[in-house]
């Protein structure tokens, strides 16, 4: 059995992400004569009521960019803020529609699991796209024909389950893990699946007896109200449980699973880089990702996705983003580990590392192919004459500009 009583480890941030610990702002960066209002222009200053914790990670809420302007809805929420379900296997906390109101499309999880901690045998109307960010995990799951998946994951792999698979996720030794879940509907709700105790529980004795056929003794011990998450042994051998879940069907006959260490990049540059997974290297998946590094002082380029929503996490760093959704309305928040961002579908934004480590965060997506349309490449095939009649750059400038997208703009 795992030791439960020992804390949650702080979380890796080696391997695939390449990370250097993060910078984090706190209180004791704000000078006394910040605190006090002191050296401040009289329409900067801040007497009164403040929370300096919370205003020195959201500098840019504070006081806003010139070029900030109107009412943008909330497009930020912090899985620091979520309610957290602590249970003896491990814990998990959620956000949704119901913490992010503009997160129409995609809802949020995290989950950790001791070693030999069980999430428990359900399903769900919602797909699932998994990323480890910590530790090592045995999925499993049962296709409409019967046929068995058994995978072993650690840090940076995914896993998708299609809406409506039965699977289970339990966390291996050393020390369990830590693992992102998305869902393609962001009203999903992780505590109220369709599990298998909590079924077998609300069905008659005399029905189960008769579905197995076995006596209704049988079914005694069935608890009496859903696991959830729950503390037992590490699996067996992985060959082992393999085997024996593939007797008489075999197995799926499509990978869920996805090795993000194994695959080059789409795009490199001096400020970083995108891995882009999508149905067309991952082709159970409906949900498009991308994983995207951006170094000290770099830039995730002005863009925008014409076929779905962004969900975004951010899995290390900080870095700042300014959202545009028309009609001259602007607003730019500041983001940490392990918040959310959200931009609708076809809204124009960027996202600026503003730290002094690797920003690593998630682009999630609600379709099977990853779409984004870059300001630069858009404005390098039009016209130079009628660009120019917009904006008065210059052909100097404008030919300056290049002519495939960067995705990563170079420091």
Known sequence: MADTSSPDPTLSRRSIFGLAPAALATAATISAAQRSGQNQPPNQSEPGPKNPLLEAQNKDSVFSPESDHGTVPPFKYSFALAHRRIENGGWTRQVTVRELPISKQIAGVEMRLTAGGVRELHWHVEAEWAIMLYGNARITAVDHLGRSFVDDVSEGDLWLFPPGIPHSIQGLGPDGCRFLLVFDDGSFDEFHTFLLTDWMSHTPKEVLAKNFNVAASTFDKIPKRELFIF???????????????ARGTGTVGIDYSFRTKNMKPAKVTAGGEVKIIDSHNFPVTPISAAI?????????ELHWHPNADEWQYYIAGQGRMTLFIAGSDARTMDFQEGDVGYVPISNPHYIENTGDADLVFLEMFKAREYQDISLAEWLAHT????????LQLGTQVLNKIPKQEMVITPI
């Open 383 to 390: 016209p130079q004459l009628l660009v120019n009649e917009h």
């Open 231 to 245: 503390q037992s042994q590490l699996p067996g051998p992985l060959q082992a449980e393999q085997a024996q879940a």
């Open 292 to 300: 995207v590094t951006v170094k000290p002082g770099g830039l995730r």
